[in-house]
């Protein structure tokens, strides 16, 4: 019940919702209705058995002993008392005329010891008892327990009345002992009583908890529900508010909650919208006017031989500079689609290796620049023009920001989670990559090398490349030799599902 | 050097590409709109139509329609990657390749020379008249029947059809075909076989659900029968 809300302090995921179930709201309801149930049943029934236990001994008690008083009052004895048949006789008659048992009695005078019994002397009776009887002249009585058994004993002192009020004690003390097995049993089978109208009490008491757990939870429950969709990006989720409690409120606060934050993400994503929208608008209109462009591009450097030499320089720098913005809008278009998510892949079995080769050679990358590693006979499901991107890309950035030579890598491994996967990975061996770039690498028209103001491509390669990457269900990391050169890992699941094609 | 149409809406783009083209010997007739380039093909009559597929008025699948009902006119389109939705109709309406806008002169000439090309390698060593089944394929005059009619194969199907029967029961994937059949890289777009695979199967197939001819090995790519 003090263990709060358990599980802070678990180690995985699942000992913590475990842990946090074995003391969830429910277990501490129910052990709260438990408490109080065995609480006020076992009060109750202390208090009824210990009155009704009281009254049972009580009345055997008063029983035993004013008839023990009558009965000693009753015989004579001779003083001083001798040890003998006699004296035994004597007592046995008493013995006999027990109430409401029967019972032993042991007479003690002086040295002198008989009993009814036999044993002439008693191992139930304490010396707190013999104390007693010698103090009081009108009798004393002890419960005793003894091997289990319960015993009533009885002490009661002959007495010569010398005057009405005063007493002289003879010497002789006689006691009775009385088991009390049938009182016992009575007053067992009040605890037994006691007991058995608890237990059931306790079993009803779990009804009313289970229930108020339940009112308790399905609230709880819901929302949980509703949390757990809302985390998973549906926002519209509403909870029912029932009734006017507190959990209510927090169910409204909840509701409330979730339509601002529903607000605030659809404001979010038109805004986002609005941003890649122009973005791509942009590129289109700009698209037209270089398609133009482009086409002429080759009549302005034939014809710039003939042309002065300002002139000319002029018309070779258009014409230069016209090929690097339809290759920065083409890929502003490239990134434009995968941001609209409008990217397909167009995705076909091929040997991975022929693909690789075929990109190399349609570059002319075919000198001592580039080396290969590619094992024949792996197949997989690629977009190749997507793929055929990829490589370009990397090995081109290897040649340009790296250094010869170039290493194209190519083979399968098997994934943590058991998958093939191809990997491909492009060294190269110039300086590498500073670490402070390499988190940076990926991005939209970072640069690397800060003193250069703008690269020879557009910005946009290593982000397009990293997209397509994904596209293909796979992934791409940079990193640097030990030795030095970066190297490019893109790792492609062998097998994708069909859904990409 | 061919004469080829250029239909295109857009003034800088229909100049830039005709003043290309004309520099490199071509015989360039424009037109503004589609409705323009169809009236002046039979007077022009061109070696190769260039389509631009987003055209006001009559848009450049419907002229590519248009066209095909009555000549196997070589169509290149004129497109901008990302419409994609309009490469593929362009392609089923029987364009023979297409171009991505921004392009420089000599990628276009290099697709109309590619296009215009004529097949001669595939059937070296094989007889001028073959018969597969009902299909008869005259590799000299060029012409396919079926059954004894003619059939009107667009370049690019007649081209496909050639390189295929030509080694039949082969498997050519379909880089493979982009390369030999379309003179693309290796890294082409493979939709444009497809689509023509589906043009040709349309015209030579009995069942087109279940080709006879042009077989699809899934994962690997098309082959010519077995019959």
New interface residues.
């Given amino acids: 019940m003090s263990t709060g809300t358990g599980g802070s302090t678990g180690g995985t995921g699942a000992r913590r919702s475990r842990r946090a179930r074995a003391f969830g709201l429910r277990t501490r309801l129910l052990l709260a209705f438990l408490l109080v149930a065995a609480v006020s049943a076992g009060t109750t029934a202390a208090l009824t058995y210990r009155e009704a236990r009281n009254a049972v001994l009580q009345t055997a008690q008063d029983t035993a002993v004013t008839s023990f008083r009558d009965q000693v009052q009753q015989t004579a004895f001779a003083l001083p008392v001798q040890g003998g048949d006699d004296l035994d006789a004597l007592l046995r008659d008493i013995a006999r005329r027990g109430k409401p048992h029967p019972w032993v009695v042991f007479a003690e005078y002086g040295s002198v010891r008989a009993s009814s019994g036999e044993n002439a002397e008693s191992t139930v009776i304490t010396p707190e008892l013999r104390r007693a009887a010698r103090a009081d002249p009108h009798g004393s009585f002890e419960r005793v327990v003894k091997d289990g058994v319960p015993y009533l004993t009885i002490a009661m002192p002959m007495v010569f009345k010398t005057g009405p009020y005063s007493l002289v004690p003879s010497g002789l003390v006689l006691y009775a002992v009385m088991r009390m097995t049938d009182e016992q049993v009575n007053v067992d089978a009040l605890l037994m009583a006691a007991r058995d109208g608890a237990l059931p009490g306790l079993a009803v008491a779990l009804i009313p908890g289970l229930i108020a757990a339940r009112s308790v939870l399905r609230p709880v429950r819901e929302l949980r529900e509703a949390a757990r969709s809302m985390g998973s990006g549906r926002l519209d989720t509403r909870i029912p508010v029932r009734g006017s409690d507190e959990l209510a409120d927090l169910a409204h606060t909840f509701n409330e909650s979730a339509a601002q934050l529903d607000h605030s993400v659809r404001e979010l994503r038109d805004a986002e919208a609005r941003a890649r929208r122009f973005a791509s608008d942009v590129s289109?209109e700009l698209?037209?006017?270089?398609?133009?462009?482009?086409?002429?591009?080759?009549?302005l450097d034939?014809d710039a031989d003939h042309l002065d030499a300002d002139t000319a320089r002029a018309v070779r720098l258009v014409s230069a500079e016209t090929?690097k913005l339809?290759v920065l809008?083409?890929d502003l278009?490239?990134i434009?689609?995968f941001d609209a998510r409008?990217a397909?892949l167009?995705a076909?079995?091929?040997d991975v290796a022929?693909?690789i080769r075929?990109?190399l050679d349609?570059r002319h990358w075919t000198d001592t620049r580039i080396r290969t590693e590619l094992p024949d006979g792996i197949r997989a499901r690629l977009d190749?023009?997507r793929?055929?991107l990829v490589i370009a890309n990397l090995v081109g950035n290897a040649l340009r920001h790296g250094g010869a030579p170039v290493t194209v890598r190519l083979r399968t491994e098997a994934s943590s989670e058991g998958r093939a996967v191809l990997v491909t990975e492009v060294t190269d061996s110039g300086p590498g990559i500073r670490p402070e770039a390499l988190p940076h690498i990926f991005d939209r028209f970072y640069k690397a090398d800060a003193a250069r103001t703008r690269s020879a491509g557009s910005g946009l390669g290593l982000a397009i490349t990293l997209e397509n990457v994904k596209l293909h269900g796979g992934t791409i990391r940079a990193g640097n030799l030990p030795g030095s050169g970066a190297v490019f890992t893109v790792e492609i699941p062998l097998h994708a599902e069909e859904a990409g094609g | 050097m061919s004469r080829v149409l250029l239909i295109e809406d857009?003034p800088?783009?229909?100049?830039?590409?005709e003043?290309?083209l004309r520099?490199r010997g071509h015989e360039v007739r424009a037109a503004a709109t589609g409705e323009a380039g169809l009236a002046a093909m039979a007077e022009f009559r061109p070696d190769l139509l260039l389509l631009d597929l987003m055209l006001p008025g009559m848009n450049g699948v419907q002229v590519c329609r248009r066209v095909r009902e009555r000549s196997q006119l070589p169509i290149i389109m004129l497109t901008?990657?990302?419409d994609?939705f309009d490469v593929v109709i362009g392609l089923e309406a029987g364009a023979d390749d297409y171009i991505v806008?921004?392009?420089?002169?000599?990628v276009?000439e290099a697709r109309i020379r590619a296009v215009l090309r004529r097949l001669d390698d595939g059937g070296a060593g094989r007889p001028d008249i073959e018969v597969h089944g009902e299909l008869t394929i005259d590799r000299v005059g060029l012409t396919v029947a079926k059954a004894g009619r003619p059939l009107a194969l667009a370049p690019s199907e007649l081209k496909l059809l050639l390189h295929l029967s030509a080694a039949p029961e082969q498997v050519f994937?379909?880089?493979q075909l982009l390369e030999h059949v379309w003179d693309h890289?290796?890294?082409?777009?493979?939709?444009l076989v497809d689509a023509c695979v589906a043009r040709l199967r349309g015209k030579i197939e009995d069942q087109v659900g279940s080709p006879r001819y042009v077989q699809t090995l899934r994962?690997?790519g098309y082959r010519f029968g077995p019959l």
Avoid at chain 1, 287 to 299: I, K, Q
Wanted: glycine share 10%; no cysteine.
């Fill in positions: 289109h698209r037209t006017p270089l398609a133009g462009m482009l086409a002429v591009t080759e009549v034939e090929g339809a809008v083409e278009m490239e434009s689609r409008a397909e167009n076909d079995e091929v022929e693909t075929k990109t349609n190749p023009r793929f055929d | 857009d800088s783009v229909r100049e830039g590409v003043l290309g520099r901008a990657r990302g994609d806008k921004p392009a420089r002169t000599e276009i994937s379909r880089q890289s290796y890294h082409g777009d493979a939709r994962g690997f």
